[in-house]
């Protein structure tokens, strides 16, 4: 509970599903947090919207439910900050919502992360081979904004014209809480091809590129749409307005720092934990933090900039300023999961004696594979699958293929539909992500990492099968952080950064984060785990023969 003196700073996140707030003390301790949905709308096929107003409503909702439980009042907060998913947003003159919809609905304003309409404006982008794509692994996304922007220049000019400002979901809420229309070098560098490195790390756009890619009009007035001000993180984007203040059930005037991506939130609340006794002088090249949800973020940082095809970036002062990121991912982790179980012919049945028993269907599964283990006298755990096997690019796959194209792929379904076969199939899933971030991983290490420590978060790492399979997967130990809600936590250090506790991100990293608890990989499974990444890359190719042998 608070005291009448001590001062507290507030991280708010916004994921796909939900606006989340959470209370933290200065050492990184939360002492509340809430949480309120949010709509999504999905007018079509690969087509997911959502709506600024309806996002800003949660971001009250959960603000208020965080101090309530916290026990802590409005005056006592010093300090809060924005994540969120990079998804775009479009505002007119007056800040009034403009529709990217089909649909034609003005609330739905918002182009969400996951998104996939774009995809014919991404592969006319990365055919210009522009100098600026070196900076996005490559290749660029659907799921980043100017494939986005080109998409509504051409299938919804109007909204197009009609948009004073365009912005990363996470500047929307800082602009939105201050009325200051300035972007953060963490959203314009990692989403917006904004050249973070260039002008003496103060950063640039490259009018050659968005003349190339048909954008040019957005860099016209100093790039006034999509942002003339560009500030790096741990600064103050403004002091939140009376406005906002009454919106959010707050005190005007707490410094509000610069807005972050949700992964990158993460990424700084996990990458300074150390275990106790351990140095807080951390080498920040073997570690990786993950962040897993619907999708998962792999996240890693270097002192020189490091090219790894498929793999976004390097990116330079977008997490950790004066560092360079390396951001891997898969555009479905969690979602994954869900759509395997919820697809099976006795996923209602497992849901409700799930209910029944207070515990969520992946505990229940859990139980289930371990029985499974101790009856087959030749299986590990884990070793179950020997011969069902999962490509897990049902969405395409972010990194390190870089191909929004690819499908997912099973080999080694029985004709049955019982509770085993459902809890076989849940596990070759998580073994598949698993082998996904192995990929990243060795991709990583292949251009100069010595990635053998992996940071999770996440509603993922509440998993314990997740977490042992990631961990003999990869061959790297696992490391669980004090706070597992690292993502408010990140976002919490970027607002005592702003209100000046800390001199920098890194010191609010080293004083605010700590290790709870390691997981190490099993050697007995190395073998089994080496097989299946075999197996894993080879599915791979399988399909692009499959490809091959149809056109």
């Known amino acids: 509970m608070s005291t009448t003196s001590a001062a507290y700073f507030l991280g708010v996140d916004v994921g796909t599903g939900s606006a989340r707030a959470g209370v933290f003390d200065a050492s990184g301790v939360m002492l509340g947090n809430h949480s309120e949905s949010i ?41 809060m900050a924005f994540d969120a ?73 109007e909204s197009f014209a009609r948009a004073a400002r365009f912005f ?78 009454h919106e959010l059930g707050l005190v005007a005037g707490v410094p509000v720092g610069v807005s972050v991506i949700d992964a990158h939130a993460g990424g700084i609340g996990l990458l300074g934990g150390a275990l106790p006794g351990e140095s807080l002088e951390i080498n920040f090249e073997t570690r990786l933090a993950l962040i897993g949800g619907t ?18 970036g390097p990116y330079y002062s977008a997490m950790i300023p004066g560092m360079w990121l390396t951001e891997g991912g898969q555009s479905a ?29 992946y505990a229940l599964l859990n139980e289930r594979l371990d029985e499974l283990a101790r009856i087959d006298a030749n299986a590990a755990p884990g070793t179950l699958t020997r011969d069902l096997h999962v490509l897990p690019d049902h969405h395409g796959n972010r990194s390190p293929r870089a191909d929004p194209s690819l499908r997912g792929m099973v080999s080694g379904l029985r004709l049955s539909a019982s509770v085993d076969t459902l809890a076989l199939e849940y596990l070759a899933t998580v073994q598949a992500i698993a082998h996904g971030t192995r990929h990243i991983i060795d991709t990583m290490n292949a251009h100069g990492y010595l990635i053998n420590t992996v940071i999770a978060t996440g509603g993922d790492s509440k998993n314990p099968i997740f977490l042992r399979e990631h961990a003999d997967a990869t061959g790297a130990r696992i ?18 950064s702003a209100a000046d506790r800390f ?49």
Request: with cysteine; glycine share 6%; proline share 4%.
């Open 39 to 79: 709509a999504t709308f999905r007018p079509a096929e690969d087509f997911v919207e959502q709506s600024s107003e309806d996002i800003w409503r949660a971001c009250g909702v959960a603000i208020r439910g965080a101090l309530a439980i916290a026990g802590v009042r409005a005056e006592r907060i010093a300090g």
């Open 85 to 157: 998913t990079c998804s775009l947003v479009a505002l007119a003159h007056d800040d009034s919502p403009v529709t990217v919809s089909p649909s034609g609905i003005r609330e739905q304003n918002v182009i969400v992360w996951m998104d996939h309409r774009a995809l014919e404006q991404a592969a006319a982008i990365n055919q210009t081979q522009h100098e600026v794509l070196r900076y996005v692994g490559g290749s660029i996304s659907p799921e980043m904004e100017t494939p986005k922007l080109l998409w509504l220049k051409q299938h919804l000019p």
């Open 168 to 245: 990363d979901l996470p500047d929307f809420l800082s602009y939105r809480a201050t009325g200051n229309d300035s972007r953060s070098h963490c959203t314009t560098v990692c989403k917006w091809t904004y050249l973070g490195h260039e002008n003496k790390g103060r950063g640039a756009w490259s009018r050659s590129f968005f003349e190339q890619i048909g954008l040019a009009e957005l860099l016209e007035d100093d790039a006034r749409r999509i942002g003339s001000q560009v500030k790096p993180l741990g600064e103050c984007v403004g002091l939140l307005s009376e406005r906002s203040a």
């Open 295 to 312: 999708s998962s973020c792999h996240m890693a940082v270097s002192k020189e900039a490091r090219w790894v095809n498929g793999v976004w």
């Open 333 to 361: 982790t969690g979602a994954l999961i869900d759509h395997v179980l919820e697809g099976h012919a006795r996923y209602a049945e497992i849901r409700a004696l799930a209910r029944a028993r207070s515990i969520t269907v």
């Open 479 to 496: 490391l669980l952080p004090k706070e597992p809600e690292a993502v408010l936590l990140g976002s919490a250090m970027l607002a005592a």
């Open 503 to 551: 001199p920098s991100v890194v010191e609010a990293m080293r004083q605010m984060s700590a290790i709870s608890s390691v997981i190490e990989p099993n050697p007995a499974a190395r073998e089994f785990h080496d097989k299946k990444q075999r197996v894993f890359l080879r599915m791979h190719d399988d399909q692009l023969a499959y490809r091959r042998e149809m056109a």
